[in-house]
């Protein structure tokens, strides 16, 4: 099991920036693929950016060059950076994580989805 903690959230005018942290802990946590998404109120949840087994990033086209998500494996924390805030980016932002495999292999998120998540950090952007 992986244990998710997100925590940066709150409210920030147009044009602002704000940094989630997602703290992770249990078995095997770090080992494979993480990210962020989130969900508006009405709206379907969805992919932000995501860190890949590997290192590669992939990132929504609408928060590109904008959002940059990195982490710090010592601190077992995962960081989401939001610059130039837009009042769509208003959402709960959920860490989450991929889990594995019997074979030790990770479970792709492409394919299966996330198998972790937080329980969400509110972002509200106002003009």
């Known amino acids: 099991q992986v244990q998710l903690t997100e925590s940066g959230g709150g409210s920030v005018q147009a044009g602002g920036a704000l940094l989630l942290s997602c703290v992770y802990s249990g078995a095997n946590s770090g080992s494979c693929g993480m990210g962020w998404y989130r969900q508006a109120p009405e709206k379907k949840r969805e992919m932000v950016s995501v860190?890949?087994?590997?290192?590669?990033?992939t990132n929504a086209d609408s928060v590109k060059g904008r959002f940059t998500i990195s982490e710090d494996v010592a601190k077992k924390t995962l960081y989401l950076q939001m610059t130039n805030l837009k009042i769509e980016d208003t959402a709960t932002y959920y860490c989450?994580?991929?889990?594995?495999?019997?074979?030790?292999?990770?479970?792709?998120?492409?394919?299966?989805?996330?198998?972790?998540w937080g329980k969400g950090t509110l972002v509200t952007v106002s003009s």
């Open positions: 860190i890949s087994e590997d290192g590669t990033v």
């Open positions: 989450a994580a991929e889990g594995i495999r019997s074979s030790g292999a990770c479970r792709s998120y492409r394919v299966y989805g996330m198998d972790y």
